[in-house]
Each structure stands twice: as structure tokens, then as C-alpha cells.
């Protein structure tokens, strides 16, 4: 093979490369951390705040992890699970519209992902990092802002789903903000990471 | 010279094809997790709030309905709202909030990026035989 041949082929094998490499490309900020937080879904604060009245959330800010997103309305999709916000660049979360809005007495569930390839990072893409006592705002459409403070953290095996603990009755108002976790293999995430709390205050 | 000018417009194609792979990859799944049918698109929570305060549930039976862009209700889903509080439907399942590139929802991308990376290949190749050839005939 002549120099030059040779030059071309290597460019050409180059070129291939990073034609293979940029499929991956949005993945590099995933983690798959196994370790789970304390399980208890009980509330940071003990203290009980008054309950809300009915208003659905329109956003969502979590200073604890850079979060302040728009909320959107999910539902249950065809099959019978809970509906997720569409993959796009400008990820957003989602209130499941089946579940209390928050700060009404019962479990508030908002959903997010962690990831949305091939755009990257999900707007849940740090929950796993809120700790006991983080604090969580919500806007709701009535200009009221309810803030609740992180409980707990859990990390669970999508087949062992807590369904009881994230949608059972409860007697004071709480939210759920769910996204996936723990080992990533090519068909998604095993588990799923939740974050409980419960209402703490509330502002107009 | 002649040389010069082909190995550089060999490497210019190269180059082009080569960027072209992540277009594919994008394309062939626009949106992966959604669901196909328009009504289960999630509803945006600037749209009208009026149907989920209502604390009787509606006679009409949601599958029943037309598919429509505007009705935020996904197929076969129940209408109740929860008025007081609790959950009115609890969902089977766990949430798919992790969308991967190699989840059986975007399993068509890596076919996409194989075959650009084999065109790629075969475009290289390509170029290679004509150079030499051109070396061969003593152009």
C-alpha cells in the first residue's frame, strides 16, 4: 500500500471512529449507583403543615439540585402504567393527574427522567443526591407555592416497586417525585429512585 | 497534485458521511417513549384545568371517544379525578423514567449507526481503490 493509500484508509477508519462514537455521546453523565437511602417514607418534618387546597402544579423547583422545571399533566397510558413526559431536549417534569395535587392530603406523585437519550440528562438527573430535609417547591396554578421537606430516599428494583408506599392513602399532604436508577443496561434502568416528603409551609 | 486533490476530496466525502451518522440516529426515533397514539401524549398543565376539578365522574366512556390531539385523556382511561385527595387510579408497574439509547424503545438507532459506520467504511475503501488506481495508470 502506497503512502497515500495508507493516509486515506486511516482517515477513513478515523472518520468511521467517531461516526461510532457519537451515538454514545449523550451518555456520559448517567450514574447507576446501587446504594439505597434509608426506607422509611415517613416525613422529615414533623411538624404538620395545613393542607391545600386543589390547584394543579404548573412547576417545580428543587434548589438542593438545580431543578426548576414546568410541570406537565400525565395520565395512565394504554397499558395500564403511569404515563412519563415525552423525551425531548427541554425535559420537564410531570404530575400524574390521578394522584393529589400537592398539597392536598394524600400522596402528590410527580414523575421525571433521569435521562432522555439521545438529548442527555433528564431533569431528575440528580435526585438521587436529596437528602433528609431538602427542600422542595412547588407552584401551583393558583399562584400558591407548597413547600415540602425531603423525608426519605429509596432505591428499589423496578420489580419490587413500593406501589402501596408511593400511591397508598396517607392522612397528610405528601409528594412523591419518582425517576429511574441504580445499574443501566440496554433495555433502561432496574430501578427506580423516590424521593418521599411532606408538606412543610406554604406561600401565596 | 492530481493525487493531492483526490486524496483530499476522498477524505472531504469521508468526512461528510461520517457526520451524517448522528442525523440517522436522530431521525429514526423521533420521540421513543411516547406512545404512538396521539391521545396519550401527555397534556401540557397550561391546558384547561376544568375537566380534572370535577368531582363527578363523566358518563362518557373514554375509549369510545375519537382520537383527537385536543383531548388530553389517554385511550381507555378512567376520568375520575381525585377531588378530596388519595389516588383515584393507582398505575400498574413501574415508571420508565430512564430513556436509554439502547432501550427497546430507540433499539432502531443502533442499527442506524452500524450502517453508517459501514457506509463509512465502504466509502473509505472506495476511495483508496480509486487512488490507486489513479497511481497505477500514472495519472
Known amino acids: 500500500m502506497t503512502p497515500l493509500s495508507r493516509r486515506a484508509f486511516v482517515a477513513a477508519a478515523t472518520a468511521s471512529l467517531l461516526a461510532g462514537c457519537t451515538g454514545d455521546r449523550e451518555n456520559r453523565t448517567t450514574t447507576a449507583r446501587g446504594s439505597s437511602a434509608p426506607s422509611s417514607s415517613s416525613s422529615a418534618s414533623g411538624k404538620p403543615a395545613r393542607p391545600l387546597g386543589r390547584s394543579v402544579p404548573v412547576g417545580l423547583r428543587i434548589p438542593a439540585i438545580d431543578v426548576d422545571t414546568p410541570v406537565m399533566r400525565l395520565g395512565l397510558a394504554p397499558d395500564g402504567t403511569v404515563q412519563v413526559p415525552p423525551v425531548a431536549a427541554d425535559d420537564r417534569a410531570g404530575w400524574y393527574r390521578h394522584s393529589p395535587t400537592p398539597g392536598q392530603v394524600g400522596p402528590s406523585v410527580i414523575l421525571g427522567h433521569v435521562t432522555v437519550d439521545p438529548y442527555g440528562d433528564g431533569v431528575f438527573r440528580h435526585l438521587e443526591r436529596l437528602r433528609r430535609g431538602d427542600r422542595i417547591e412547588v407552584r401551583l396554578e393558583n399562584g400558591t407555592t407548597a413547600e415540602f421537606a425531603v423525608g426519605s430516599l429509596r432505591n428499589v428494583a423496578k420489580a419490587n416497586f413500593p406501589v402501596d408506599d408511593v400511591y397508598g392513602d396517607v392522612d397528610r399532604p405528601e409528594l412523591r417525585l419518582i425517576t429511574c436508577g441504580g445499574p443501566r443496561t440496554a433495555d433502561g434502568y432496574l430501578n427506580n429512585v423516590i424521593a418521599f416528603a411532606a408538606l412543610s409551609s406554604s406561600r401565596s | ?139
Open chain 2, 1 to 139: 497534485m492530481r493525487r493531492t486533490v483526490l486524496s483530499a476530496m476522498a477524505l472531504a466525502c469521508t468526512a461528510v458521511l461520517a457526520g451524517t451518522v448522528p442525523a440517522f440516529a436522530d431521525g429514526a426515533t423521533p420521540s421513543p417513549t411516547v406512545p404512538a397514539t396521539a391521545t396519550a401524549v401527555p397534556a401540557p398543565s397550561e391546558e384547561p384545568t376544568s375537566p380534572s376539578q370535577s368531582a363527578v365522574p363523566s358518563p362518557i366512556d373514554e375509549s369510545t371517544r375519537p382520537s383527537e390531539s385536543t383531548v388530553p385523556t389517554p385511550i381507555a382511561e378512567p376520568t375520575e379525578m381525585p377531588s378530596d385527595g388519595q389516588v383515584s387510579v393507582v398505575p400498574s408497574g413501574a415508571p420508565d423514567t430512564g430513556v436509554t439509547a439502547g432501550s427497546s424503545q430507540s433499539g432502531g438507532e443502533g442499527g442506524l449507526i452500524g450502517g453508517g459506520a459501514a457506509a463509512v467504511l465502504v466509502a473509505g475503501g472506495v476511495a483508496v481503490f480509486v487512488v490507486r488506481r489513479r497511481r497505477a495508470t500514472g495519472a
